[in-house]
């Protein structure tokens, strides 16, 4: 009964060879967001879609794009990994902006060779 | 700037010991915190938001603006509540920001 699933869960990926992982959830939620955690540092938000409405953060490299082709799969591109974007990528999703607790999934650990 | 700061990377304490797990933010609006827990091998989930003023598995904690702060409080760890723990704010655009966590462990 997930409720936010993550495919796949690690990921290899080669130097500049494009990136794609897939979130999806059962929870019918408008917000969903991606989220990149290098060891030992917090959770950084990438993005989030609001509906279809998506929000960029300023600092997230143009390397990152995302997809929301419907309320249940949100992707996250990476057009030309580098060594430095290896990561724990986390997909979440909440039921809209006012004051509701985020759902996450089990995260993609990304590799980059 | 970061806006939320968990100066403990690490805590250790013996089971049946108060914990407190320290959190301070930096927001001039007026935030909503949360903290997350996440069990070895688990998803990170929320523990307790501090709108709700609610205590979730013996854990409280108090938002105090006039020290920007909102600490995690229990008054008698168990081994089971070890885990990493998240100290979260969103913002008045529905941002999130997550403090670098500290790893709770509850000794026997």
Same mark, same amino acid.
């Given at each position: 009964d997930a409720m936010v699933i993550q495919n796949p869960r690690y990921q290899v990926t080669q130097f500049g060879k494009p990136v794609t992982l897939s979130c999806s959830q059962t929870l019918n939620h408008n917000v969903m967001y991606w989220y990149q955690q290098k060891s030992s540092q917090a959770p950084k938000l990438l993005f989030h879609y609001y509906d279809k409405d998506f929000n960029n953060e300023a600092d997230t490299p143009d390397n990152f794009q995302s997809r929301r082709p419907n309320t249940s799969f949100c992707f996250l591109d990476i057009r030309s990994p580098g060594l430095g974007d290896a990561a724990m990528y986390l997909c979440a999703t909440s039921? =809209?902006? =006012?004051y509701y607790e985020q759902y996450f999934g089990p995260g993609t650990r990304l590799t980059v060779t | 700037a970061q806006r939320v700061t968990q100066p403990e990377k690490l805590l250790s304490v013996f089971k049946g010991a108060p914990v407190e797990l320290k959190c301070n933010y930096s927001y001039s609006g007026s935030p909503e915190l949360f903290w997350y827990v996440q069990y070895s091998r688990q998803r990170l989930q929320l523990l307790l938001r501090h709108i709700s003023r609610e205590s979730i598995k013996g854990f409280t904690a108090d938002l105090n603006k006039g020290e920007t702060s909102f600490h995690l409080k229990k008054p008698f760890a168990q081994e089971e509540d070890s885990a990493m723990y998240y100290c979260a704010l969103r913002d008045n655009f529905n941002k999130f920001y997550f403090g670098s966590g500290t790893k709770l462990n509850v000794k026997p």
């Open positions: 039921r =809209g902006t =006012g | -």
